[in-house]
C-alpha cells in the first residue's frame, strides 16, 4: 500500500488499561493504514477494543506501545496542546450520544470548532450554514438540541465534525442511538461523504452500518481477526463483486427473495 | 417512628458519601455564629464585669468632682456626704494630674488618687498584688500597669519624683484604662490617663511640690443606687462647679474601648452568614441532580412530599444546629479575652445570655434554610418519573452572550460561556467576591483612621488599646471571610468543570487544548468577581459609613484600588489550580462515562 | 410467483407489459432481473391451468401486447386462498451447518475459513442491499422490502458470528486436548 495516501496508519499499537493481573490489553499489537478517501469500518463486539482504537487514532488517548501517524506526522508523542491543534486541523468525531453542547443552538454548535480554530463569526456562521443544508437541517439551524430528535441530532453533530475539512471523520457508534430510519438518514450522509472522498472510520457492531464501508475489520480482544475489503477505491486483494451495479442484484438478492416462477 | 427512624437513615448515609460537604458546611456556621454570638455578647460581658468589680471593691455609686478649690468646694462637697439619700461616703481625696514614666522611658498622663492607709467603707480598691499603699510608695491600677509592663517592686518616676510599685489594685470607681482621669484639670477635657494611688500626706506633697493641677473628689453610696442619676440632678450646685459621675455613666465608658468591636464582630457575622449562605447553596445547587434523584427514588417507593422535604431539610439543619453549638462554645471561650482588652476589670465572663443564642441559632438555621431552599422545593416539585431519568437541569440557551463570546479568545469564549451555563452560581461569585472586598475595605480603613497613643502627648510608646483591638478583631474577622471566600471560590471552580467537563471534554475533541480549557474554567469565575469586587468598594464605604465616626479617614484611593486587584489576582490563582485538574482529565474517559 | 402475477390480476385485467411494470415498481431494484418473457411465460402457465383467460384486443392477432389477461372464478378463488395462507419460506441453514461439520470431521477444510469466507460474501450482498435501500426515497414500497433482505442478512451474519466462535472453540479443544 502506498504510505503516502494513507491519511492514517498505526504501527504495533498497544493500549493497556490498569495494572498487575487485572491488565486488560484494550488493543493488542495493532497495524492499519487507512488511505485517502477510504470508508473503513471496524466491527467487533463491545469491549473488544473497537472504541479505544478509534480514541487512539484521534489523539484522545495515548498509546501504551506503538506509533499512531496523522497525514505523515506521528501524533502519538505530541503534547496535549498540539494534539488539540490537530484535531482542529484533521480530525472530526462522531459520537454515540451525539455529545451536542445542549444550551447552544444546533448553527452555534457546528459553529464551535471553527470559532476554536480561529476562523471569524462570520466564515464559522457561512460554514456551518452550508453544512446544515448538506444534512438536511438548514429549516433546524436555530434549534436546541433538545428539540431536535436522535437522528437530527446525529445529523448536527456530524455537520459539527465537517466544519473544519478534516483528513478524516472518526465515528463511534454513530448509530447506536439512532432507529431504522434515522439510521438510514446517517448512513445516507456518510455515502454522500464517502462519494465526495471523504476519508472515514466508523467503529460500529451494526452489520448494516459496517455492510456500506469499503473495507471491513473485524476485532475480537484488541486484535484484528479480519479484514475485508467490500469494495471501493483501494487497492487491496478482496474478492468484492464490485460496485452494486444491476448485475449484481441478479446473482445476488434476486435469488434471495425468491423470484424464480 | 419508623419515617423518623428513615429520615435518620437517610440523613446519615447522605452525610457519609459528602463528607467534605458536611465539614464545609459546618465549619462556615460555626465561623458566623460565633462571630454573631460574640458581638452580640460584648456588652453583656462588659456589664457583668463592671459589676463584679463594684460588688468586690465596694464601688461608689457617684463620684463628685471639683476642679476647684476654696472653702465653698469643701463646704459644698461635705454637704454632699451630709445628704439624705447618702448612706456612707469617702473622701473627699485629691486626685493630682502628674506624668509617670518607667525606667523603660514609657510616659504617660496619670492621675493620682491620695488614699487612706486603710480604705473606708466606699470605694476599696481590690489589691490583686503586692500591698495597699504606704508611705512613700505607689499602687498602680491593674489595666495601666498592664499597658505599662510595671509590676509590684518597680520603681515608677512621678512628676520628678522614683516611687516604688507596692501594689497593683482594680476599682471600679473609674472607667477602665484609659479613662481614669474622669474630668481633667478644672473640670475640663481629659487626657488618656492611668491611675495611681499613694497616701494623702504623699498625694499632697506631691501636689504641692510641683504645683500640680488637682481635683476633689467624693465617693458617696446611696441609699438607692438605681436613682444615682436622680441624685446628680437634685445636687447640681449653681455656683460652683461639680462633676458628677453616676455608676451607671463608668459602666457605659466602659464600652467605648468595644464600641467598634460590636459592629465589626455582628457585621462581620452577617458577612460570613451569607458567604456561608453562597458556598453551601453553590454546594447544593450541585447536588441538585442528585437531590432531585433521590427524591425521585423516594416518591417512586411511596414516601409524601412531606418526608422527602424533611430528609433535605434534617440534613442541613442538623449540620447548621451543630455548627451553631460549636460556634456558641466557641464564643463562650473567647469572649473574656474579647470583651475586656484591658486589665482593669476582674470576674468572670457569662456565657451568651438567652437573647445571643437565640439569635445565632436564627442565623444558623437561615443559613441552613436559605441555602437549601431551592434544591429542596425543586426536587419536591419534579415529578417522579422526570426526577428519576435526571441527567441534569437544562441549562438556558442565551444566544445573546453566545453570539458576544463567538467574537472573542478561545478561553474568554469558553469562559463566558460557561458563566452563561449557570448565571446564579454567577451571582453567586460576584456576591462572594463583593463580600470579600467589603472586608479588605473596612480592614484598610480602619488602618488609616488617624488615632492617638495611650502615652505622653499621644506617644504610641503605650499604643491605643482600642485602635489595637479594633484592629485585631477586624484582621480576625477579615482572615475569616477571606477563608470562606477562598473555599467557595474553589467550590464554585470545581462544582463548574464538575457540571461542565461533557461540554469541555467535547471541546477538547473539536480542538481546545487543556490550556484554554482551564483557562476558559479560571475565565468563567473571574467575569463574575470582576463586577462583585468593582461593586464592593462602593458597598463597603457605604457600610461603613453607617458605624464610622463623622469624622473617620478613608482609605486611599490606590490602596483600595490595590485591593481590588489583588482578590482579582488571587481569585485567578485560585480557580487555577481546581481549573488545570478538571482540563487534564482523559477525555476518552469522560464522553464514555457520559454517554453510559 | 404465479400466485403474485395471478393477484395482480385481481384489481383488473391488464396487459402483460403492463403487469411487468407494476411488478418492477413494487419490486424497486430487486425487480431489475425480471424480464418480460417471465411474465408470458407465467401468464401463459396460468391460461393452460384454467386460472386466466386471455382476450385478444383489437388490431394485429397473436401480438403479447394485444393480449389482456383476466381472472376466471377459479383464478380468484385462487387468489384468496393465497391471501389466506400463511406459509413462510424457510432459510435453510441445515445445508450450510452440514457443510461446516463434515468439512470439520473430514478435515477437508477449516470451517473457520468457511465461515469468514461465507460472511464476507454475505456483507458483499448486505452492502448492495444497504445501498439500494439508501437509493431508495423515504416511504418507497421497494425500500421496505429491502429492509426485510437487510434484516434477513443481518440476522445470517449474527448467525455466522455463533458458528465461528463454535467452531474456533471446538478448534481450541481439539489442541488443548
Redesign the interface.
Given at each position: 500500500m502506498n504510505v503516502s495516501s494513507a491519511v492514517v496508519r498505526a504501527r504495533g499499537l498497544v493500549r493497556t488499561h490498569g495494572r498487575g493481573p487485572g491488565r486488560v490489553r484494550a488493543v493488542d499489537e495493532v497495524d492499519l493504514e487507512v488511505p485517502q478517501g477510504q470508508t473503513l469500518a471496524v466491527m467487533g463486539p463491545s469491549g473488544c477494543g473497537k472504541?479505544?482504537l478509534l480514541?487512539l487514532l484521534?489523539g484522545?488517548?495515548r498509546p501504551t506501545g506503538g506509533e499512531v501517524w496523522m497525514d505523515g506526522r506521528r501524533i502519538d508523542t505530541l503534547s496535549?496542546?498540539a494534539l488539540?491543534?490537530?484535531?482542529?486541523?484533521s480530525?472530526g468525531?462522531v459520537?454515540?450520544?451525539f455529545?451536542?453542547?445542549?444550551?447552544?443552538?444546533a448553527a452555534?454548535n457546528v459553529?464551535?470548532?471553527a470559532?476554536?480554530?480561529?476562523r471569524s463569526?462570520r466564515q464559522?456562521r457561512r460554514r456551518a450554514s452550508l453544512l446544515l443544508e448538506r444534512v438536511g437541517l438548514a429549516d433546524r439551524a436555530r434549534h436546541?438540541p433538545?428539540r431536535l430528535s436522535g437522528g437530527q441530532r446525529q445529523r448536527v453533530a456530524v455537520a459539527?465534525a465537517l466544519v473544519?475539512d478534516p483528513l478524516v471523520v472518526f465515528a463511534d457508534e454513530p448509530t447506536g442511538n439512532l432507529d431504522?430510519?434515522a439510521t438510514?438518514d446517517v448512513?445516507?450522509i456518510f455515502?454522500d461523504l464517502r462519494a465526495a472522498g471523504q476519508t472515514l472510520v466508523i467503529v460500529t457492531h451494526d452489520?448494516?452500518v459496517?455492510?456500506?464501508a469499503d473495507r471491513?475489520i473485524s476485532m475480537r480482544d484488541g486484535m484484528f481477526v479480519?479484514d475485508?475489503r467490500?469494495?471501493g477505491t483501494g487497492t487491496g486483494t478482496?474478492?468484492?463483486?464490485g460496485t452494486?451495479t444491476?448485475t449484481?442484484?441478479?446473482g445476488?438478492?434476486?435469488g434471495?427473495?425468491?423470484?424464480?416462477? | 417512628m419508623g419515617s423518623v427512624v428513615l429520615v435518620v437513615r437517610l440523613v446519615l448515609a447522605d452525610l457519609r458519601r459528602h463528607k467534605a460537604q458536611a465539614a464545609m458546611l459546618l465549619l462556615a456556621v460555626t465561623v458566623a455564629t460565633a462571630t454573631m454570638a460574640l458581638g452580640l455578647s460584648l456588652r453583656g460581658v462588659s456589664d457583668a464585669l463592671y459589676e463584679q468589680t463594684r460588688a468586690a471593691t465596694a464601688g461608689p455609686d457617684v463620684v463628685a468632682l471639683s476642679g476647684d478649690t476654696g472653702p465653698a468646694v469643701t463646704a459644698a462637697l461635705a454637704s454632699l456626704a451630709d445628704a439624705p439619700e447618702v448612706i456612707a461616703h469617702h473622701g473627699p481625696y485629691r486626685i493630682v494630674y502628674a506624668t509617670l514614666s518607667t525606667r523603660d522611658s514609657i510616659s504617660s498622663p496619670v492621675v493620682v488618687q491620695g488614699f487612706a492607709e486603710t480604705p473606708g467603707a466606699v470605694n476599696r480598691p481590690l489589691v490583686t498584688s503586692g500591698r495597699w499603699v504606704r508611705s512613700g510608695g505607689t499602687v498602680l491600677e491593674r489595666g495601666f500597669a498592664t499597658a505599662l509592663g510595671v509590676g509590684v517592686g518597680d520603681h515608677v518616676t512621678i512628676a520628678g519624683r522614683s516611687y516604688p510599685v507596692v501594689g497593683i489594685a482594680v476599682t471600679a470607681a473609674t472607667s477602665i484604662y484609659p479613662w481614669a482621669a474622669q474630668v481633667g484639670p478644672g473640670g475640663g477635657p481629659s487626657d488618656y490617663s492611668g491611675l495611681a494611688w499613694m497616701t494623702r500626706a504623699d498625694a499632697r506633697t506631691l501636689a504641692s511640690s510641683k504645683d500640680l493641677p488637682v481635683t476633689s473628689a467624693l465617693d458617696l453610696k446611696l441609699r438607692d443606687p438605681a436613682a444615682a442619676d436622680a441624685f446628680r440632678h437634685a445636687h447640681r450646685a449653681s455656683d460652683i462647679r461639680i462633676n458628677f459621675h453616676s455608676w451607671q455613666f463608668t459602666a457605659v465608658q466602659d464600652m467605648v474601648i468595644l464600641g467598634d468591636s460590636q459592629p465589626i464582630l455582628v457585621v462581620g457575622s452577617w458577612l460570613l452568614g451569607f458567604l456561608a449562605i453562597t458556598g453551601v447553596a453553590a454546594l447544593a445547587a450541585g447536588r441538585a441532580v442528585e437531590q432531585t434523584r433521590r427524591a425521585g427514588l423516594l416518591k417512586a417507593v411511596g414516601a409524601a412530599p412531606g418526608l422527602i422535604a424533611a430528609v433535605l431539610l434534617t440534613e442541613y439543619l442538623a449540620l447548621a444546629l451543630a455548627g451553631d453549638a460549636l460556634g456558641l462554645v466557641i464564643a463562650r471561650l473567647t469572649v473574656p479575652a474579647i470583651a475586656s482588652p484591658t486589665a482593669s476589670r476582674i470576674g468572670d465572663a457569662p456565657g451568651p445570655g438567652g437573647a445571643t443564642v437565640a439569635t445565632a441559632t436564627v442565623l444558623a438555621v437561615a443559613v441552613a434554610v436559605l441555602s437549601t431552599l431551592r434544591p429542596t422545593l425543586r426536587a419536591m416539585r419534579t415529578a417522579t418519573v422526570t426526577a428519576l431519568s435526571a441527567t441534569a437541569h437544562?441549562?438556558?440557551?442565551?444566544?445573546w452572550l453566545?453570539?458576544l463570546s463567538?467574537?472573542l479568545p478561545?478561553p474568554l469564549?469558553l469562559g463566558l460561556?460557561l458563566t452563561?451555563?449557570r448565571p446564579g452560581r454567577a451571582v453567586l461569585q460576584a456576591c462572594s467576591t463583593a463580600t470579600t472586598v467589603i472586608a479588605l475595605v473596612a480592614l484598610l480603613t480602619i488602618n488609616a483612621q488617624p488615632e492617638r497613643g495611650y502615652g505622653l502627648d499621644g506617644s504610641f510608646a503605650l499604643p491605643n488599646l482600642r485602635g489595637e483591638h479594633d484592629r485585631r478583631l477586624m484582621l480576625a474577622v477579615t482572615v475569616l471571610l477571606v477563608a470562606l471566600a477562598v473555599v467557595n471560590t474553589i467550590t464554585f471552580t470545581w462544582t463548574t468543570a464538575m457540571e461542565a467537563r461533557?461540554?469541555m471534554?467535547?471541546?477538547?475533541?473539536?480542538?481546545?487544548?487543556?490550556?484554554?480549557i482551564s483557562a476558559g474554567l479560571s475565565a468563567a469565575q473571574l467575569l463574575p468577581s470582576l463586577p462583585g469586587a468593582v461593586l464592593g468598594v462602593p458597598l463597603g464605604v457605604g457600610l461603613l459609613s453607617l458605624f464610622a465616626a463623622r469624622n473617620a479617614a478613608e482609605a486611599p484611593s490606590a490602596s483600595l484600588l490595590g485591593a481590588v486587584l489583588a482578590t482579582l489576582v488571587a481569585t485567578a490563582a485560585l480557580t487555577a489550580l481546581p481549573a488545570r485538574l478538571a482540563a487534564r482529565r482523559?477525555?476518552?474517559r469522560i464522553?464514555?462515562a457520559?454517554?453510559a | 410467483?404465479?400466485d403474485a402475477v395471478l393477484a395482480m390480476l385481481a384489481k383488473e385485467p391488464s396487459h402483460g407489459y403492463h403487469l411487468h411494470a407494476r411488478l418492477r415498481r413494487v419490486?424497486g431494484?430487486?425487480g431489475?432481473?425480471?424480464n418480460r418473457g417471465?411474465i408470458y411465460?407465467?401468464l401463459a402457465?396460468l391460461e393452460r391451468a384454467g386460472l386466466v383467460v386471455c382476450e385478444r384486443a383489437d388490431g394485429l392477432p397473436e401480438r403479447p401486447e394485444r393480449k389482456v389477461y383476466a381472472l376466471t372464478p377459479a383464478g380468484q378463488q385462487r387468489v384468496a386462498a393465497w391471501l389466506a395462507e400463511v406459509g413462510w419460506?424457510k432459510p435453510d441453514l441445515a445445508e450450510f451447518h452440514l457443510k461446516l461439520a463434515a468439512a470439520a470431521a473430514a478435515r477437508l477444510a477449516d470451517p473457520v475459513e468457511l465461515v469468514?469466507a461465507q460472511?464476507?460474501e454475505l456483507?458483499?450482498?448486505?452492502?448492495?442491499?444497504?445501498?439500494?435501500?439508501?437509493a431508495e426515497p423515504?416511504g418507497s414500497g421497494a425500500g421496505l422490502?429491502l429492509?426485510g433482505?437487510?434484516l434477513?442478512?443481518?440476522a445470517d451474519?449474527?448467525w455466522l458470528d455463533a458458528c465461528e466462535r463454535a467452531w474456533s472453540g471446538a478448534d481450541d479443544e481439539v489442541e488443548g486436548g
Open positions: 472504541s479505544t480514541h484521534g484522545l488517548e496535549e496542546r488539540a491543534r490537530m484535531r482542529r486541523r480530525v468525531f459520537f454515540q450520544a455529545h451536542l453542547v445542549e444550551e447552544l443552538t452555534e459553529e464551535l470548532p470559532l476554536l480554530a480561529g463569526r464559522a436546541l433538545s459539527r473544519n431504522t430510519a438510514l448512513l445516507r455515502e452489520e448494516r459496517a455492510a456500506t471491513l479480519d475485508t467490500l469494495a478482496g474478492t468484492g463483486t452494486g444491476g449484481g442484484w441478479l445476488g438478492l434476486g434471495l427473495i425468491g423470484l424464480e416462477g | 437544562q441549562p438556558r440557551h442565551r444566544p453566545t453570539a463567538a467574537l478561545t469564549l460561556r452563561a451555563r461533557a461540554n471534554a467535547v471541546a477538547r475533541t473539536l480542538g481546545a487544548t487543556p490550556g484554554q482523559p477525555v476518552a464522553l464514555s457520559e454517554a | 410467483m404465479q419490486l431494484p430487486l431489475e432481473s425480471m417471465q411465460v407465467t402457465r419460506p469468514a460472511r464476507r456483507l458483499r450482498h448486505l452492502r448492495e442491499a444497504q445501498q439500494a435501500a439508501l423515504a422490502l429492509e433482505v437487510a434477513r442478512l443481518q451474519l449474527r
